[in-house]
């Protein structure tokens, strides 16, 4: 089974809420990263948080890990119909060579 | 905007052919991965590379192949292509360093085996 795990699946929300996602994990990571794909396209890389980081800022997103519980947030700030677009967590591994596992994912919509 | 090109971006085929996928970068980076993606899905990995003449399996079972001869070109193929391969493969690399990288991503190719 996949290493991440994301909740929820979809969320829709208006324009100007916040919107925040969940990722869990298996095992011990060296890093958790978080990307967007619109739809049909590649992934697009948002923010990285390493494992000995507790929080990560970037412009309107906000990323935390709590490696005692095994799971990260992301939080997207004041969000826009621009934001439409599914979110993936994507974890490495510490016995991994830098091999990215990812998620299922979270289909954010942003309604106007 | 990311060194990482996919082609073709749409193919469509016809069952038994032979097809391969080509994935080339240009930011030099030595690790680089091959996902496939069904339509609003979790990406699993079907291959990857650490390096030059270093292919390995991923977590998903794949007919296809990879080659990687050269660090900016990382080639899949299909050696008879069927419906079940239909799917979106991305191609994806990253650079070695510390404890891990961002991966820059293709922008995918959708395939329709018909």
């Known amino acids: 089974s996949q290493q991440g795990e994301e909740d929820p699946q979809a969320l829709s929300i208006q324009e100007g809420e916040n919107a925040t996602m969940n990722c869990s994990y298996k095992?011990?990571?060296?890093?958790l990263q978080w990307y967007r794909q619109n739809s049909g396209r590649g992934l697009v890389h948002l923010i990285l948080?390493?494992?000995?980081?507790r929080e990560k800022h970037s412009g309107r997103l906000r990323v935390t890990l709590d490696t005692s519980k095994k799971s990260s947030s992301l939080l997207i700030t004041a969000s826009r119909a621009a934001d439409t677009a599914s979110y993936f967590c994507?974890?490495?591994?510490?016995?991994?060579?830098?091999?990215?596992?990812f998620g299922a994912g979270t289909q954010v919509v942003v309604t106007p | 905007e990311a060194d990482i090109y996919q082609t073709p971006r749409y193919l469509v085929i016809g069952t038994g052919k032979k097809i391969t996928l080509e994935c080339s970068q240009t930011?030099?980076?030595?690790?680089m991965y091959w996902y496939q993606q069904d339509p609003g899905m979790e990406l699993h990995l079907i291959h990857y590379?650490?390096?030059?003449?270093?292919?390995e399996k991923g977590d998903l079972s794949s007919e296809s192949t990879v080659s990687r001869i050269r660090t900016e070109h990382f080639p899949l193929t299909l050696e008879s292509a069927r419906p079940s391969h239909t799917s979106q493969y991305l191609c994806?690399?990253?650079?070695?360093?510390?404890?891990?990288?961002?991966?820059?991503f293709g922008q995918g190719t959708r395939l329709t085996v018909v």
């Open positions: 994806a690399s990253s650079a070695t360093g510390g404890l891990g990288t961002e991966a820059f």
């Open positions: 095992t011990s990571i060296n890093n």
């Open positions: 948080i390493r494992s000995n980081e």
């Open positions: 994507a974890t490495v591994l510490t016995d991994s060579w830098g091999k990215l596992q």
């Open positions: 930011m030099g980076h030595d690790k």
């Open positions: 590379s650490y390096g030059v003449n270093s292919t």
